[in-house]
């Protein structure tokens, strides 16, 4: 029993150092801690063991010409290789070269435009568009398709259009 007295009077007498310290504290002081204290038993109460499941937000598809720069059209086109191109680029396109998938030897493989933004349609994944300058947009709608797309490395900046070759004047001298 005597141990049982011992314990209680060190906690009394440690109970009353602590309010002789609490006291002793300036006024803004008592507050300060006395608001930290409410705090912490807030939140220690109001805590919750279950995991907060972050909230889920649908977005619709959006219309891609909202996202189209001034002086820049969007040109749809039909790629042979479409089916490849969807398992390669991400979910708004790529960089690509655009070649002509012709049937014909002379006219099959010719290089239209290089390194042109291929953008994919958000309402039709299937689909794909190239962002093009609007000067240069006739170019590529002089040649029927289907094209092919080639990937290129996104980092590389510039966008060209594949010039045509004029035929050469070839002049033989023979004797």
């Given at each position: ?31 300060l801690l006395l608001g930290f204290v409410i705090l912490g038993a807030m939140a220690f109460f109001n805590r919750s063991d ?126």
């Amino acid at each position: 029993m005597k141990i049982l007295n011992t314990e209680i009077t060190d906690f009394n007498s440690l109970k009353m150092l602590f309010v002789n310290k609490f006291t002793a504290l300036k006024f803004d002081h008592r507050l300060l801690l006395l608001g930290f204290v409410i705090l912490g038993a807030m939140a220690f109460f109001n805590r919750s063991d279950e995991p907060v499941e972050a909230p889920v937000l649908e977005s619709k598809p959006q219309s891609v010409d909202t996202f189209i720069p001034r002086g820049h059209v969007l040109i749809p086109l039909e790629l042979a290789n479409s089916e490849a191109l969807s398992s390669i680029i991400g979910d708004m396109g790529g960089v690509v070269d655009l070649y002509l998938a012709s049937e014909e030897k002379k006219i099959g493989g010719l290089l239209v435009a290089s390194r042109v933004k291929l953008v994919r349609a958000p309402l039709n994944p299937d689909q794909f568009a190239v962002l093009v300058k609007e000067s240069d947009g006739g170019k590529i709608l002089q040649r029927n398709g289907p094209f092919i797309a080639v990937v290129q490395n996104p980092e590389a900046r510039g966008a060209n259009l594949a010039r045509e070759n004029k035929s050469s004047v070839r002049i033989e001298y023979s004797n």
